[in-house]
């Protein structure tokens, strides 16, 4: 998605200049949220799976599934649409189908119905992530650009942070709480978004390409699907075969159409661009890992050791708080010294800390000096 160029604004709000710290404010809420519920509910799903007790644990997992494999289906195709239909337009849209989704969530009788607001509530956080950062970098403008990716980036390590301790309190009370939490901030942020933030429009977006971006949502989701009830299906059983066929299939039809479409959904100019290859490569490996790592802690703590659900959210939280502290002070740093130079360092430090454990770690420590260098 384009997020440096946009139309003047539009609405009620033309000729009336919002300080970026506001826009930075409402925008970012939905930016929390949205990844909050990526991890607010892995917390809480020891206590989902203790009220549907009678289900199967492949059948439980795709409360978390189904939104991860729709949130990532439909990220891109949400963005390109943003570009010509207006930021403004798509966020608002996005977080009102997210309060919706969520209050369904809470509210859900059965595991069927759980399921089914999930996947409502990816499509309502996939049109909120982009939007956000297209909204918020015409805000700060290009002499701020570093400042305004490392606030965002922020404010999605401070969801990974809160998230596992926040839950693990609501959870005391309900697991239905993790929902309910949503909709106070995502009201409040309806109502001051819809008559403070600016329209922002790319002028030079087209209109997508409906079957390119198909075939994106496609592919992805049937590769998350396949790597998600692999284990319980069977790595060679013919239903995941077809899957990964499936998405094989789509991936190269993606790549054919996109070659030949003058508005593809990805622009392969952008992909053979090594820099851009590169940085999609390593967050993919990156944030691969760290998912696995925040839902195998909860599953570790909470199974293995026997924790609280509580202590476990607070045993987990560390590490994503220090990423959302320094996202911010990486981000200008970037700017001023180069993201490579900055990036480099922070994966050796990252690699350092992974590599800081004990071989014992596995086992429960005893006594008060308990830690989770493997988790943690």
Known sequence: MTVLTGTAPVGPTTGARVRPAVTA????????????????????????????????????SWVLSAYTIVFAAALVPAGRWADRAGRKRAFLLGLGIFTAASALCALAPSLGVLVAARVVQAVGGALMLPTSLGLLLPAFGPA???????????????????????????????????????????????????????????????????????????????????????????????????????ALVSAVGLVVRSRRHPSPVIEPAVIRH??????????????????????????????????????????????????????????????????????????LLFAAGACSGSPTSARRPTGRARTCPAVC
């Open 25 to 60: 404010l409402i925008v970012l809420t939905g930016v929390f949220l949205s990844s909050l519920d990526l991890f607010i509910v892995n917390i809480a799903f020891p206590s989902i799976s203790a009220t549907y007790h009678g289900e199967s644990l492949s059948s439980l």
């Open 144 to 246: 701020r650009k570093g400042a305004a990716i490392g606030l965002w980036s922020a404010v999605g390590g401070a969801a990974a942070a809160f998230g596992p301790p926040i839950g693990g309190l609501l959870v005391q009370a309900s697991w239905r709480w993790v929902f309910l939490v949503n909709l106070p901030f995502s009201v409040v942020a309806l109502v001051f978004g819809t008559r403070l933030l600016h329209e922002v429009r790319d002028p030079a977006a087209r209109r997508a390409d409906l079957v390119g971006a198909a075939l994106l949502s496609v592919s992805v989701a049937s590769l998350v699907a396949g790597i998600v009830q692999g284990h319980d299906w069977g790595w060679t059983s013919g239903r995941i075969l077809g899957i990964f066929a499936v």
């Open 274 to 347: 090594r820099a851009v290859a590169l940085a999609d490569v390593s967050s993919l490996a990156f944030f691969s890992g760290f998912g696995a790592l925040v839902l195998g802690g909860v599953l570790f703590l909470t199974g293995v050791w026997h924790e609280s659900v509580l202590r476990a959210g607070f045993m987990l939280a560390p590490g994503p708080l220090m990423a959302g502290l320094t996202a911010f002070p990486g981000g200008v740093l970037g700017a001023r010294f180069g993201h490579r130079a900055v990036g480099g360092v922070g994966s």
